[in-house]
């Protein structure tokens, strides 16, 4: 078990696999966990990832983050390929699943918790001694499948309807579910509020029966790695505080936007960028 700085009370606490993502500049630390952590800790929360972590690269990343960490023969491996068609993404190796067990006392009564999985490595609920006043779902990781060449695509999530009732939200997007507009709406008819994130065209809204769009800023794309998982934290946090899935939306929007216009994490919005979305989503 890994803990990189003394255990205070969080008040976000995010389980999922940190992974290494190989790039044509070597490999570099990824995950949802990792994008979803470091915007936690720009809006101001004091922040925890429960993970699994093979310890190849430092996790000086993520800065002053505590990090709890099964050990792992290897972490979580992801390669993406440019294709014409889109990206084509191999699973290179799948560190241990988590178990809720390694959560510390400390970090047991965050506010904020947030299922983060990338290859199902946690289960999708959360056992009866950790109650969050919000359970965040990412459900990426449930959502997809590797063949034995670790070739990975989109499948159906199987614990879906067991899952979403009890989580307060869920957001993911319409790749992970490669587009099925059959699958959104059965999703979406067992879940208290749903977004479904679209790249540059925004995203959809589904609460209470209503669905509504929400457009993206217009910026130059450098690399969209992680917008999605940073687009949860930020909606995460600021329903939250707001009550107001709507408003949680425009700033998530705003926040997803800045973080396409640089490569990897440091595409997360800087605290001062985090201000600056604030003033726009009120203004």
């Known amino acids: ?25 070597g490999a570099v630390l990824g995950g949802s ?18 993970t699994a972590w093979g310890g190849e690269i430092p996790l000086t990343a993520l800065g002053k983050i505590p990090v709890i960490a099964a050990p792992a ?12 068609g889109g990206r084509i993404q191999f699973l290179r190796a799948r560190a241990p699943e988590i178990n809720f067990l390694l959560t510390p006392e400390a970090w047991r009564r965050a506010k904020i918790m947030h299922l983060a999985p990338v290859a199902a490595e946690v289960a999708p609920i959360l056992p009866e001694n950790l109650r969050p006043t919000l359970l965040g779902l990412t459900p990426q990781g449930w959502m997809r499948a590797w063949d034995a060449s670790g070739r990975v695509r989109p499948c159906a999530w199987q ?24 699958q959104i709406e059965a999703l979406a ?5 749903m977004v479904v994130t679209e790249g540059a065209a925004g995203c959809r809204v589904f609460w209470h029966g209503d669905s509504r769009r929400f ?10 790695t992680g917008a999605g998982d940073i687009f949860a934290a930020a909606f995460f946090i600021r ?45």
Do not use: K
């Open 1 to 25: 078990m890994l803990n990189l700085a003394p255990l205070e009370p969080v008040d976000y606490l995010v389980f999922g696999h940190l992974t290494l993502d190989q790039t044509p500049q």
């Open 189 to 193: 008819h067992f879940s208290r509020l």
């Open 73 to 84: 023969e290897s972490s979580t491996t992801f390669e993406n390929i440019s294709a014409s």
């Open 159 to 182: 614990a879906a309807e067991s899952a979403l009732p009890a989580a307060s939200a869920v957001v993911f997007s319409l790749e992970d579910v490669g587009g099925d507009e059959e």
């Open 239 to 283: 329903l939250t505080q707001t009550r107001d899935p709507w408003e949680a939306a425009r700033f998530a929007s705003q926040a997803a936007a800045i973080s396409v216009t640089r490569p990897g994490l440091q595409g997360v919005p800087t605290p001062a960028e985090i201000q600056r979305c604030l003033v726009e989503v009120i203004s």
């Open 33 to 50: 966990a990792a994008y979803a952590a470091l915007t936690a800790a720009a809006l101001g929360l004091r922040v925890g990832v429960v």
């Open 215 to 224: 457009r993206a800023p217009t910026v130059r794309e450098v690399d969209a």
